[in-house]
């Protein structure tokens, strides 16, 4: 009898400290920091997929933004033109069905920046739904990758491109409009 209780106490502490490492590998997958920045002469309304939302980016503002740990892949665009009363309106470029906080990505044309999270991080820009805004595009452990006009060189033009950059290390990119 006493060897059962002292198995189901060891069982018991046992379960406790697998509990505990779980919640603490879940709590500690960190997020990945985005810096958004708005160097147009114009106000950017820059939107993110799927968790971000989106806000509106006058000339010279930042916006931090922070994707949760977990998050495997999304978007983030520059919306132009944009009008809105409250959470909703209409954007002339990227619009999300006129959204202020976007759940869906953006209506063409619209220069996207894609990424890819996980144990090894991957990022593009893609013109393959048109292009609305030039942009830069970077990891703080990759190259920064450009697009200045349609023609966009870096860019995905056609699914079957290879334009994605590898990122390794503490996860923090920047998003640049008009560079």
Not at 11 to 24: D, E, F, K, P, Q
Not at 104 to 114: F, I, K, M, R, V
Not at 143 to 148: A, F, G, M
Not at 151 to 176: E, I, L, M, W
């Amino acid at each position: 009898p006493q060897q059962s209780s002292k198995q189901a106490t060891m069982a018991a502490s046992s379960s406790a400290l697998i509990l505990l490492l779980a919640v603490g590998l879940v709590a500690g997958a960190s997020a990945t920091s985005f810096s958004i920045t708005n160097r147009c002469s114009f106000t950017v309304w820059p939107a993110a997929t799927p968790v971000g939302g989106g806000r509106q980016l006058n000339r010279g503002e930042t916006w931090n933004l922070d994707i949760p740990g977990g998050t495997s892949s999304g978007r983030i665009w520059g919306r132009t033109g944009c009008s809105f009363n409250g959470n909703s309106g209409r954007c002339s470029t990227g619009d999300c069905g006129g959204a202020l906080s976007c759940t869906l990505s953006g209506q063409s044309p619209l220069t996207l920046a894609e990424f890819t999270l996980g144990s090894q991080d991957f990022y593009d820009i893609s013109v393959i739904d048109g292009y609305n805004l030039p942009m830069d595009f970077s990891c703080s452990t990759g190259v920064n990758i450009q697009c200045r006009d349609p023609s966009c060189p870096d860019a995905y033009h056609q699914p079957n491109d290879v334009r994605t950059k590898a990122c390794s290390g503490n996860r923090r990119f920047n998003v640049v409009f008009c560079p």
